[in-house]
């Protein structure tokens, strides 16, 4: 089964970059990884998906390194709003099928 | 834009009582999920569909049932509700498949259905 492992919590300074990291041994070849952000009494945000190497969109980028068994998210010049719960995403392979799986997510509190 | 929406926002229920979670979207998706979100946890995915008429079991479907009779609605039932349930319900759709290999995409979330069962 996928599984992946994401800090529980990370804190930070306005104007800051903030990088979470993601890890997922078992992430399987044909997988992308995904990232969503959630504010509270929200439904999660998607924020960037990638499959190798680097992609940048307007809000964040997504670095993974050639073995794909990590993935690490950067949000450039954090500010308060981005105070969220950010979840890290790959397939997971079970008895039903495969399924794309939410684990506990980095709650990220950012600090004026 | 009005995307993904739930109804109702706020329900409590007795244990025993049933009750029926409403989703519609207005972005003609193929694929639609629910999802449950217990405190300090991601959210666990009950049932989904990869169009209308198909609906299919996810991680977490006991006590729960549901239909995609058009395709802009996904409704989400509980037969007889338990305190187990109490729960934040989350309503996806997306273009492509979720519970598909490959690149998924973007889920679309409604804004959740807070349940409690007394």
């Known amino acids: 089964l996928a599984k992946t492992t994401q800090p529980i919590s990370m804190d930070s300074y306005e104007g800051q970059e903030v990088n979470i990291t993601c890890s997922h041994n078992?992430?399987?070849?044909?997988?992308?990884i995904t990232w969503y952000q959630q504010f509270p009494s929200q439904g999660p945000r998607f924020i960037i998906q990638?499959?190798?190497t680097k992609v940048t969109n307007e809000v964040a980028s997504l670095f993974i390194p050639a073995d794909r068994k990590s993935s690490t998210l950067s949000l450039p010049r954090v500010s308060l709003s981005d105070t969220a719960v950010y979840y890290c995403?790959?397939?997971?392979?079970?008895?039903?099928?495969?399924?794309?799986?939410f684990g506990a997510g980095t709650r990220l509190f950012v600090k004026a | 834009n009005a995307g993904v929406t739930q109804t109702p926002k706020f329900r409590v229920l007795k244990t025993g009582q049933s009750m029926t979670l409403l989703c519609a979207q207005d972005?003609?998706?193929?694929?639609m999920y629910w999802y449950r979100q217990d405190p300090g946890m991601g959210l666990r995915l009950i049932h989904y569909?990869?169009?209308?008429?198909?609906?299919a079991k996810g991680e977490v479907p006991d006590g729960y049932n549901v239909s995609r009779l058009k395709k802009q609605n996904f409704l989400l039932g509980l037969e007889s509700a338990a305190p187990s349930q109490t729960s934040v319900y989350f309503c996806?759709?997306?273009?492509?498949?979720?519970?598909?290999?490959?690149?998924?995409?973007?889920?679309?979330f409604g804004e959740g259905s807070r349940l409690t069962v007394l």
């Open positions: 972005m003609n998706h193929e694929y």
């Open positions: 995403l790959v397939g997971d392979r079970g008895a039903g099928g495969f399924k794309t799986i």
């Open positions: 078992n992430i399987a070849t044909n997988d992308y």
């Open positions: 569909s990869v169009g209308e008429g198909t609906t």
């Open positions: 996806a759709s997306s273009y492509r498949s979720a519970v598909a290999g490959g690149p998924t995409g973007e889920l679309f």
């Open positions: 990638g499959y190798k």
